[in-house]
């Protein structure tokens, strides 16, 4: 095996760069799902620590969406997560083919189609998420000043 030439190692690394930024953004993202995650469960918590005041009509609804939209914020998470474990194998990928000089193309360019579509599958299901919480939370009329 030859020795690789500093020039090839920087090109490398800055095909392998473009991507991190995109890893970036999605470890963003993941925190955001999670911290959505976290204030779900803090509220189911509440409920449940309530449930014996609480009105049963009013509770197990609300437990129920809160159950469900939990749900849907761990497959967001884990889309996201498998977006960014793609993105890596392609950071990887793009190293290995710069160092080696091979030719990975439809490779890394499956692997960048499988993060997209997986981001987009995180970012649908994080909207549908925040569509049911927006339908659960409605403010009464009487509570709303008319002009």
């Known amino acids: 095996m030859q020795p690789t030439a500093p020039e090839t ?68 998470i884990a889309l996201a997560t498998a977006s960014a474990i793609a993105v890596c194998l392609l950071v990887v990928m793009l190293f290995v083919a710069g160092l080696l000089d091979t030719r990975f193309g439809r490779t890394v360019a499956s692997l960048f189609i499988v993060a997209m579509l997986l981001l987009i599958a995180a970012l649908g299901a994080f909207l549908y998420e925040v569509r049911l919480a927006s339908r659960a939370i409605r403010i009464r009329n009487e509570l709303l000043e008319r002009e």
């Open 9 to 76: 190692i920087g090109h490398a690394i800055s095909l392998a760069v473009a991507p991190a930024f995109l890893l970036s953004a999605l470890g963003l993202l993941i925190n955001l799902f999670a911290t959505r995650l976290a204030r779900v469960v803090d509220r189911a918590r509440w409920l449940e620590e309530q449930f014996a005041t609480l009105p049963r009509s009013l509770s197990v609804p609300e437990l129920r969406l809160l159950d469900r939209r939990m749900r849907i914020i761990n497959t967001a």
